[in-house]
């Protein structure tokens, strides 16, 4: 799976957008779903978690889906990250397609499909519909350890400590 954005466009988005609504936001501190989160509301991002099973995650309401957030929420949404496995990609970013085309007045521009997640060969059309839809897709692309190496010069495993000390420290789940 090959990234078409160049450094300079992913810089870009992550210094413009700053409300996240992260699809799949782990409670566990020790999982990536809850340490990247941890890592981006740290450095200023609001983070907007999406996880049925829970009722807080970092200290923030958290929401059974994207589409159940409240008007005044959603419509501040500019970026969804998608931490599910694989094979649920086309899915969510078809939900993500029906929040922008659901809430009149939105601020989305972009769907992250985290490291490993990516829409298979045979999805290119859901590529092509969220592109119609106005919105970028970034796939296969971990957001903190792009934050990391593009605005602090530090290497993966260098956002990976960072990012887990965060974590440790937040013990804010329900």
Known sequence: MQNKFSDRFIKEILQKYKVI?????????????????AYLQKHGYNIVPINPFAKQILGRTAYPTVL???KELAEKTEIIEVFRPRQEAEFFVDQAIEFKDKIKENKLKVIWLQEGIFLAEGEYKTEERAERSGLILIQNKCMMREHGRLFHDKSKEEVLNEGIKIAQKSNFSG
Not at 25 to 30: D, F, K, V
């Open 21 to 37: 609504a992260v699809i799949g936001c782990s409670r566990e501190p020790g999982k990536d779903a809850h340490i990247v989160p």
């Open 68 to 70: 159940n957030l409240p």
